[in-house]
C-alpha cells in the first residue's frame, strides 16, 4: 500500500459514516450521492486490508479496527485543515475567521462586554462563536470543529493549550429577607443546611459549586436548572440559595432582586481561558487574542 492509494475524501467519508452510523446520512452531510460514497469507503477498506464497518438494512457499527481508523483519520483531517489555514493566512493571521466555542455560563455576560472591543482591535478577524456545553465544546475543539474554545480551566480540558482571560470569582446569591443577609461577608461554613440551588448535569459550574457546597455542608435543592437566569428568578421568590459568578451579576441581578455577599478569602472561583489545540499554528495569534480579552 502507498500513501497515493488513499484520500483525503476517503477519510472524510468515513468519518461521516462513524458519525452517522448511516451511509445515507453521511452522503447528505458530504453532499455526495450513497453510492458514491459507498464505493470510496468500501476502496479505503480494500486500501488498508481491514473491514471499518459492520453494516446491514437496519444500521451500521464501527469493527475495532474501524474505531482506531477512524480515530487516526480524524487527526490527519484536523491537521490537514490547520496546515491548510497556516499556509492561507501566514501573512496575517488576524485575516479569515476563527471559530470560538463558548460555554453557557460565560457566553451571556462576556461576549457583549467585549465583542465591540475585539472588532475595533481586530478589525479585519471575524470571530464566530457557538455557544455549547463544555464537553460538547472540547469534543469539536478537539475534532477541529471548533479553532478555540473560552472555557473554564477547572473543567476537564486535557491536552488543550491555553491562556488567561480572567478570573471569576462566585459570590452568594440570597432572597430579600434571608437570615444571612444580616452578614457583609459569608464563609461556607454559614451555607451549612442551606439548601442550595444548581444548575444541572453538564454545567461544569455544577460541579465546582458542588464541591463547595460540600465543603460548606449545604445541601442540593430539588430543582436542577438549565441556565443562570432561572436560578436567579427561583432565589428570588424565596426559599433557596444559590451560587453565582461574578461576571453574571450585572445582567441576572440588574433588577436589583437578589441579595449578593461575597465569600471571604480565600474567595473561591473560576479560572476563565482562551483555549485551543496544543499543536494549533495559530497559537500565538491565541494568546494575544487572550490578552486584548482579558484587557477588554
Known amino acids: 500500500m ?39 469507503v468500501q476502496q479505503l477498506e480494500e486500501v488498508l486490508g481491514v473491514k471499518l464497518f459492520e453494516r446491514d438494512r437496519r444500521r451500521v457499527l464501527l469493527t475495532a479496527a474501524g474505531e482506531d481508523v477512524v480515530a487516526r483519520a480524524r487527526r490527519v483531517l484536523v491537521e490537514t485543515e490547520d496546515l491548510l489555514a497556516a499556509a492561507t493566512r501566514s501573512r496575517d493571521p488576524y485575516r479569515g475567521t476563527f471559530r470560538v466555542g463558548v460555554i453557557p455560563t460565560i457566553a451571556p455576560y462576556l461576549l457583549p462586554e467585549v465583542s465591540r472591543v475585539m472588532a475595533a482591535r481586530f478589525p479585519a478577524l471575524r470571530l464566530v462563536y457557538r455557544e455549547e456545553k ?11 470543529a471548533l479553532d478555540a474554545a473560552i472555557v473554564a480551566l477547572e473543567s476537564e480540558l486535557g491536552e488543550l493549550d491555553h491562556a488567561l ?3 471569576d470569582r462566585f459570590v452568594v446569591a440570597l432572597p430579600r429577607g434571608h437570615r444571612l443577609t444580616l452578614r457583609k461577608r459569608l464563609t461556607l ?31 442540593e435543592a430539588d430543582l436542577r436548572a438549565t441556565s443562570l437566569a432561572t436560578l436567579v428568578q ?20 440588574r433588577g436589583e432582586q437578589l441579595e449578593v455577599r461575597p465569600l471571604g478569602a480565600p474567595s473561591p472561583s473560576r479560572t476563565i481561558v482562551l483555549a485551543w489545540r496544543p499543536r494549533s499554528p495559530f497559537a500565538a495569534a491565541f494568546r494575544r487574542i487572550a490578552a486584548a480579552l482579558r484587557a477588554a
Do not use: W
Open 134 to 144: 463544555t464537553h460538547e465544546v472540547v469534543r469539536d475543539l478537539r475534532a477541529g
Open 2 to 40: 502507498a500513501i497515493s492509494d488513499l484520500s483525503l475524501r476517503q477519510l472524510q467519508y468515513a468519518v461521516a459514516v462513524a458519525d452517522t452510523l448511516g451511509f445515507r446520512r453521511a452522503a447528505e452531510r458530504c453532499a455526495v450521492s450513497q453510492p458514491t460514497l459507498s464505493a470510496q
Open 165 to 167: 482571560v480572567r478570573r
Open 189 to 219: 461554613a454559614d451555607l451549612e443546611s442551606e439548601q442550595v440551588l444548581l444548575l444541572d448535569d453538564g454545567h461544569c459550574l455544577r460541579a465546582q459549586a458542588l464541591a463547595l457546597c460540600a465543603r460548606g455542608g449545604a445541601r
Open 234 to 253: 427561583m432565589v428570588a421568590a424565596g426559599g433557596a440559595v444559590t451560587l453565582l459568578p461574578e461576571l453574571a451579576l450585572a445582567v441576572e441581578n
